[in-house]
């Protein structure tokens, strides 16, 4: 637990980015009628199975339409 306690400054910031970027990225895509590749639902669950930074920058990278 002590280990846990040390690395939470590190953590709860990570974990903080984390949830804006899910959050940003589910509201783009529910906002947004055209995607590069795939549709609506192919990216809300890209991004929500990938939450963890890799779904959103897949979505951003790949996904976005300009």
Request: aromatic letters at 16%; a neutral charge.
């Amino acid at each position: 637990m002590d280990k846990l306690m040390e690395f939470l400054p590190f953590l709860l910031p990570l974990a903080i980015a984390e949830f804006v970027l899910l959050g940003y990225t589910l509201y783009h895509i529910l906002t947004h009628k055209h995607y590069k590749r795939g549709n609506r639902t192919l990216w809300l669950v890209v991004a929500i199975i990938g939450m963890e930074f890799i779904g959103p920058l897949l979505y951003f990278l790949l996904g976005k339409e300009e």
